[in-house]
């Protein structure tokens, strides 16, 4: 796999049934750290809410993930908030849907169907980024190789995703999986570049 869907911005939507009020909410994110924010920032935001339903889906695998439903029936929040994720083919994303009980039972199907119309809405507001699968790699260089290596990184499409510029620098960037042999090549190349891949 060499390309993946995001997203890179927030938002919110919401959705009426029977009086009760979801309350859904989008973000980008990478750790569970992240989520863990963002679900404090929203438990602050709506503290009378009944529930604080979510789902998230991180790495370019989408291999962690989780679906809480927060008191709700089971499978009944979170299990649809993740299904409306993967049908979009999203990962490192977190959608958390607000409830407020409006007095009438939704039943599980009801429920499903809301925190699925929930997701969905939010979704929809955002549109999916694609980005590359990238490599980390870190290169150890003197100053005076930072033109040939900046030439390199940008005809490679690569993210610099930490740099420390002194006479000795040292770089890390994220090449895309599709041009990763032939960067590797071109910045082993180069002399008295020390080249690590993570």
Known sequence: MEVYFTIEKTATAAFKDKGSKFISYAYPVKTPEQVKEFL?????????????????????????????????????????????????????????????????????????????????????????????????ITLDFDYTMLNDIMRIVRAHHCTVIAQ???????????????????CLLKLKDLRGVEVKAK
Do not use: W
């Not at 409306?84 to 958390?96: N, R």
């Not at 420390?164 to 032939?182: A, H, R, Y």
């Open 40 to 136: 404090q920032e929203v438990k602050k935001e709506h503290p009378k809410a009944t529930h604080h339903c979510y789902a998230y889906r991180l790495g370019t695998d989408g291999l962690a993930f989780r679906a809480n439903d927060d008191g709700e029936p089971s499978g009944s929040a979170g299990k649809p908030i993740l299904n409306q994720i993967d049908s979009k083919d999203l990962t490192d994303v977190l959608v958390i849907v607000v409830r407020y009980f409006g007095g009438t039972l939704l039943g599980v199907p009801g429920l499903i169907n809301a925190y699925k119309t929930a997701t969905a809405l939010v979704l929809q507001l955002i549109p999916a980024m694609q980005k590359n699968v990238e490599a980390t």
């Open 164 to 182: 420390d510029l002194q006479l000795f620098c040292s770089m890390k960037i994220g090449v895309p999986k599709s041009n990763l042999e032939l």
